[in-house]
């Protein structure tokens, strides 16, 4: 069985799509353990669409896998941080995949070079636990399928709107059933640019959960299902004058804005300098802002409300990604 994994057109290894997947393609299973993993980073929810809507970016971090003795090198974000030994979560999620198939894991080196920030609401963690079942799914013969490793890769994160993108791409939208997953793309119609005002503070996701409510009002329940659905709507008519209503959000930034008490001065900013719609990217502190056009008008209104705030952070500008993570079998 070869695992489905999505990947550019312009992949060396591609070879040919599955015609009910357009964005996805199998790659042969590979012969030899010495590969390059490459996966985007992500931003979660897109304002209203909490835990069950993801966006893949053009942001990515890669794995390169080499046999020999163990060892684990970090590069990028993290380098100083990050577990250089079994506990690096990629190493984790690549002993995973042979834990359920039952079988050891091959002695290897890992070189994990990071442009995705950690803990800043991009997907840093879900890239990892992909990367890592990914890469390790191809040593083992692709014997996994591209369900088990979306499945697993969930139950590991806990929840699925990072690692849906991450693994197959583009914009995602995913729920949980008594069955499993039930994930489907939903179609960009417009060219969209991302502004992302990046925070030097880091807000790790059990944080920013524990500040959410367990129960919420009725009115914010229905407040955004309809603008989740009005979203989806936008994003796939590529009616962009939508956004900025259908972005807004109750569940959980007017809960998450005590510990970012600055998120609603940088949304504003981004809007009154023509952003379609902003929100916090994940569970922040990065704020994301949708662009069509020029976005250097909403870059410098973020990096100077931000300046004004005593914020440190960068700007960066990012695009969707229709890739998801794809894997470059060595020679």
Do not use: W
């Not at 989806?232 to 209503?245: F, K, N």
């Not at 250097?296 to 229709?322: D, F, K, M, N």
Request: glycine letters at 10%; a neutral charge; charged letters at 20%.
């Amino acid at each position: 069985m070869r695992l489905q994994v999505s990947a550019s057109r312009t992949n060396p290894d591609y070879s040919g799509p599955d015609p009910t997947q357009p964005n996805v393609l199998y790659l042969p299973a590979v012969d030899k353990p010495r590969l390059t993993v490459r996966v985007p980073a992500t931003t979660a929810n897109l304002g209203p669409g909490f835990d069950c809507l993801g966006l893949a970016l053009d942001l990515h971090n890669t794995v390169s896998v080499e046999p020999g003795p163990f060892g684990v090198r970090v590069t990028g974000q993290g380098e100083t941080t990050l577990p250089r030994n079994r506990r690096n979560l990629v190493y984790r999620s690549m002993e995973r995949v042979f834990d359920r198939l039952g079988s050891g894991i091959p002695d290897m080196r890992l070189t994990c070079h990071n442009e995705i920030p950690l803990t800043r609401g991009l997907g840093s963690s879900s890239a990892a636990t992909v990367a890592g079942l990914v890469a390790g799914n191809a040593l083992a013969g692709n014997a996994l399928s591209q369900e088990d490793i979306l499945t697993m890769a969930a139950e590991l994160e806990g929840h699925p709107d990072n690692v849906t993108p991450a693994l197959l791409g583009g914009c995602q939208v995913v729920v949980q059933t008594e069955r499993g997953l039930v994930h489907a793309p939903v179609p960009l119609a417009t060219d969209l640019i991302a502004v992302l005002f990046v925070p030097d503070f880091e807000l790790r996701t059990s944080q920013a959960r524990a500040v959410l409510p367990s129960v919420v009002p009725r009115g914010d329940a229905i407040y955004n299902v309809g603008r989740v659905a009005l979203l989806v709507t936008a994003l796939a008519t590529g009616r962009g004058s939508l956004l900025r209503e259908a972005t807004r959000d109750r569940l959980h930034q007017p809960y998450r804005e005590r510990l970012f008490p600055a998120m609603t001065r940088l949304f504003d900013a981004a809007l009154e300098a023509g952003a379609l719609g902003a929100f916090l990217s994940g569970a922040g502190p990065t704020v994301l802002a949708l662009v069509s056009g020029d976005s250097s008008a909403v870059a410098r209104a973020l990096g100077e409300v931000a300046r004004l705030a005593g914020l440190p952070g960068h700007v960066r500008i990012a695009r969707p990604s229709t890739a998801g993570t794809q894997v470059i079998a060595g020679d």
